[in-house]
């Protein structure tokens, strides 16, 4: 199946400081993609839908000016956490699709943020 | 996109099949079933989709009641590497790309395959 590429897998950061977050569809062109976080023993949680050459959207309640998302090209989304804080703290996945029906997302390994 | 209930968890003997339910009463007639697993500390591994028909491949089965208001995902020999999160999610399929196609994850179930 087609592949989703995470980097990194795990970051520590100081509190105040932004963090960015990579996300890849090794094999396949994707104009969508999803980032999601998820707190220990919680579900996903959809943040937003990052758009290929056109403005993220932002789920209701997620800030869009702390967690920025950049999708440049058609394999690369990035998602920025700026001025990060200890709440910030969490699991973050992204997923993108080789087809443009979505029947079958493909979900990066995911980075594990710590904010300290 | 409709709601989907799950139980919260679920034990399976190894080598047993492992039925999870899911019910969707509220599906419309454009939305379909999806299944995914989330395997501890990873991202979310796609299992199978089916609209109105029973559906196979090589990881399980989906069996969709005749009204569509809920459906069954079926491991036929669970091992212990299938103990994951198992979520239900109904969407519909839509070329238009976007938001439109978002996955909304609920708490699924919590399967745990038993040596």
């Known amino acids: 199946g087609a592949v989703v590429s995470q980097h990194p897998s795990r970051v520590i950061c100081k509190s105040g400081t932004s963090v960015k977050i990579e996300c890849r569809s090794l094999d396949f062109q994707a104009t969508t993609m999803f980032w999601y976080r998820q707190f220990p023993k919680q579900s996903l949680m959809l943040m937003a839908t990052s758009n290929e050459g056109s403005k993220a959207t932002y789920e209701q309640g997620v800030e869009k000016d702390k967690f920025l998302i950049n999708h440049a090209s058609l394999t690369l989304s990035t998602l920025t956490v700026t001025s990060a804080h200890p709440e910030d703290s969490s699991f973050y996945i992204c997923?993108?699709?080789?087809?443009?029906?979505?029947?079958?997302?493909?979900f990066g390994q995911g980075t594990r943020l710590t904010v300290v | 996109d409709a709601k989907t209930t799950q139980p919260p968890s679920m034990d399976c003997a190894e080598g047993r099949a492992a039925n999870l339910p899911c019910n969707h009463s509220?599906?419309?007639?454009?939305?379909?079933v999806y299944w995914y697993r989330q395997i501890h500390s990873q991202g979310p591994q796609y299992i199978i989709h089916?609209?109105?028909n029973n559906e196979t491949n090589e990881m399980a089965s989906l069996i969709i009641t005749e009204d569509r208001k809920s459906s069954t995902l079926i491991l036929p020999h669970a091992t212990l590497r299938d103990t994951a999160v198992y979520y239900c999610?109904?969407?519909?399929?839509?070329?238009?790309?976007?938001?439109?196609?978002?996955?909304?994850f609920g708490t699924g179930t919590l399967l745990a395959v038993q040596p």
């Open positions: 089916g609209l109105k």
């Open positions: 999610i109904v969407r519909v399929a839509t070329p238009e790309g976007g938001a439109t196609n978002k996955l909304i």
């Open positions: 997923s993108a699709s080789p087809n443009p029906f979505f029947t079958e997302a493909f």
């Open positions: 509220t599906i419309s007639g454009n939305e379909y």
